[in-house]
């Protein structure tokens, strides 16, 4: 048998997840540099034993080698679902198989979905609603109705004795490295970083989810990815930041260039702007990794998009970029577009369009034919001028 670490975070409570060290994407989207972690946590009382979520696929022998060291896994009175996605919901049927009298708990909302993905009995399902309480024997769970945050079923569950709140995606990060916060230096950057991909699109409710713990004595908040916060106030200070859409006077500038022109006229910009005291985020979408750009989006208050036209339209990847920044939905005020074109235009054109449904006000728009000429790059100072003061704003 593989000795397991098994940390006890307080009297009777352990964390028994699992380390993904080497997974380098998640959603077939994201890159993770420093691979991630499933975090459970299982809760005994004196009457009860409490499971609260579980372990991505591949991971369940593990689990359950880590259950067993502090309790024995058929014993279990409770598994607590406080969200549905695969990633903390997928070992639900292999624990509930393996533990008879186990009763999974989830929200109203959650029910559908363990039918859908678990087919466990509705006998042996109990709803909970925001306030709830489940009573473990000198240890008390409470269930705080988080939604949306990323999916519509989401929870958080707090324990009452030893203040530590279980808040599963909501205050994650990306990264196996590290039990506890302190562990990781510049842990702060990988959890923004985690929040523009995940939850920037869910800012208000983010913001709603906020106001609602803002009462709650909290010692330790206890994520479903990263590490745990003995210094809560390390994460919830940077989430009011984020959630607030209050941005920086940053501007990002991402491009696709075949040639070099494009490449030229967003140089420009990023000079002009960085003369004028903006922070300048640039990137090269054919070298870049999106989890830096999410990051980034959290904060800026304007994007330069930057694209040739190919075959009549954007540049692939300046449209992945243009379609990231639609949906992650950052609080960006501000665009600028520009490109080149061989023969006919089309790029930018293509990229008004798909920012047209965001609040993001387009200050300046410039298509060039061929190598920038020296009023090509007059005229995108110019631009940069008008952007620099709007941003002062
Ligand atoms: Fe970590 Fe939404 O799952």
């Not at 048998?1 to 009297?11: G, K, L, N, Q, R």
């Not at 540099?33 to 946590?41: A, D, K, R, V």
């Not at 009298?101 to 466990?120: D, F, P, Q, W």
């Not at 990847?317 to 005020?333: D, S």
Request: with cysteine.
């Amino acid at each position: 048998m593989e000795s397991y670490y098994v940390p006890e975070i307080a009297d009777n409570v352990f964390w028994v997840g699992a380390k993904d060290w080497n997974r380098r994407l998640f959603d077939a989207l994201v890159p993770l540099p420093e691979g991630t972690s499933y975090n459970s946590y299982l809760v005994k009382g004196t009457e009860k034993t409490v499971l609260i979520d579980t372990v991505n696929p591949g991971f369940e022998k593990e689990f359950v080698e880590k259950i067993n060291k502090v309790t024995e896994l058929e014993k279990l009175d409770y598994l607590i679902m406080n969200h549905a996605e695969p990633d903390h919901s997928n070992a639900i049927r292999f624990i509930m198989e393996r533990a008879p009298k186990a009763v999974l708990v989830t929200t109203k909302k959650g029910i559908g979905m363990v039918r859908n993905y678990h087919e466990i009995p509705d006998e042996r399902v109990k709803i909970v609603g925001d306030g709830d309480l489940l009573d473990l024997g000198g240890k008390t769970l409470r269930f705080i109705e988080a939604p949306w945050l990323h999916w519509p079923e989401t929870m958080f569950t707090y324990l009452e004795e030893d203040k530590i709140l279980f808040s599963c995606d909501f205050f994650g990060a990306h990264t196996a490295q590290g039990v506890y916060d302190e562990d990781i230096e510049d842990l702060i950057p990988m959890a923004k970083r985690y929040f523009g991909e995940i939850m920037m699109p869910f800012r208000k409710q983010g913001a709603k989810a906020l106001e609602k713990i803002k009462d709650l004595e909290i010692r330790v908040i206890a994520p479903s990815h990263g590490p745990m916060y003995k210094n809560p106030e390390r994460i919830l200070g940077p989430h009011r930041k984020w959630t607030s859409g209050e941005s920086e006077k940053k501007a990002l500038v991402v491009y696709a260039s075949m040639w070099g022109s494009t490449e030229k006229l967003v140089r420009e910009m990023a000079e002009t702007l960085l003369s004028k005291g903006i922070d300048v985020r640039l990137y090269n979408l054919a070298v870049s990794d999106i989890g830096d750009l999410a990051r980034e989006l959290v904060d800026s208050r304007a994007v330069v998009l930057g694209s040739p036209t190919v075959l009549g339209g954007m540049h692939p990847l300046a449209m992945q970029g243009a379609y990231l920044v639609k949906a992650f939905k950052p609080p960006i005020k501000y665009g600028v577009l520009l490109g080149s074109y061989g023969w006919g235009g089309g790029a930018l054109k293509q990229a008004a369009e798909m920012l047209a449904p965001t609040k993001i006000e387009v200050v300046g728009t410039l298509q060039v034919k061929g190598a920038p000429k020296e009023e090509d790059l007059k005229e995108v100072q110019r631009i940069a001028l008008e952007l620099a003061e709007k941003m002062e704003e």
